[in-house]
């Protein structure tokens, strides 16, 4: 199959889940840059569903969103396989769909604690074993959004920071499991300023200010290691790659 450095995933699909805004559609675009071709999938925010594919195929590739809820096994069981149906082939899985929520340990619901487990790990779960024959077939790749909470202790954040830390070891179990065919890793991301005009502006600054690297992270940067993983060595696997900006260093 012919690649080449400036298209290295020519000839390539890509299905990024929850990939219609924010970090999903960034990591769906540099997939696309890459030359892979990409399928996004959305929950509720179908509009931005519609304009990311419109970006991905005005970058020369083959583009299309359907619907999926990670959370329900009948949603995936049919959704992922009409994906890779449409996309033909499917080389590169990547688990972008998440929630994240702020709630103090003796606040928690059961649903609350359930539903972070349902989407942040469960889905995760669900969608690459739905996936698996075909990312066997195609000797592929699956990479999984974990986070910088599933690696540190965050008090206001028990179930998030529970439920990706449970991720980050789904994904060194599943690269021994679904060695050698395929290769699993996690790209793991620290404070990220989405310039979402309704976020915390002192938080940001505070935590940059705490940062090595002194600043915040940016989109393009999650899925610029969204993509290393996508074009890396075959033999990388099992890993949870941090970018942080040195944050977790402490
Ligand atoms: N942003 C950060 O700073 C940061 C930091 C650490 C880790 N992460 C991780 O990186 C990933 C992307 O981050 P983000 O901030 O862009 O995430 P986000 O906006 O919170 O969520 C991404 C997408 O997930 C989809 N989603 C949520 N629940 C779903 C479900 N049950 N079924 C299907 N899709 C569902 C949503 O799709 P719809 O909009 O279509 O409903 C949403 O757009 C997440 O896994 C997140 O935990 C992000």
């Not at 000839?11 to 996004?40: C, K, P, Q, S």
């Not at 590739?61 to 069981?77: G, K, N, P, Q």
């Not at 499917?90 to 539903?115: H, K, R, S």
Request: charged fraction near 20%; proline fraction near 4%.
């Amino acid at each position: 199959m012919a690649t080449n450095a400036i298209r290295p995933l020519a000839n390539r699909t890509a299905l990024v889940t929850g990939g219609a805004r924010r970090l999903g559609r960034a990591i769906a675009l540099n997939l696309a840059d890459a030359g892979a071709n990409v399928a996004i999938t959305f929950r509720d925010s179908e509009r931005d569903a519609v304009s990311t594919v419109h970006a991905l195929r005005n970058r020369g590739v083959a583009a299309f969103a359907l619907h999926c809820d990670v959370t329900s096994e009948a949603s995936v069981r049919s959704a992922i396989p009409a994906a890779i149906r449409e996309l033909r082939r499917l080389d590169i899985l990547v688990n972008n769909a998440g929630n994240y929520e702020t709630v103090q340990f003796p606040d928690i619901t059961v649903a609350q604690w359930d539903a972070i487990f349902a989407s942040n790990t469960r889905g995760p779960f669900l969608v690459t074993q739905t996936a698996l024959a075909e990312l066997k077939r195609r000797k592929g790749r699956v990479i999984n959004l974990g986070s910088l909470g599933g690696i540190l202790p965050w008090a206001s954040h028990p179930h998030y920071c529970s439920s990706k830390a449970a991720l980050h070891m789904l994904t060194k179990v599943l690269a021994k499991a679904l060695a050698p065919e395929i290769a699993v890793n996690c790209v793991a991301p620290g404070m990220i300023d989405l310039a979402d005009r309704s976020a915390d502006a002192d938080f940001f600054a505070r935590m940059a200010a705490k940062t090595p690297m002194l600043r915040n992270g940016t989109k393009e940067e999650i899925a610029a290691a969204v993509r290393f993983f996508a074009t890396a060595p075959h033999f990388i696997t099992g890993q949870i790659m941090t970018v942080d900006g040195g944050l977790s260093l402490g």
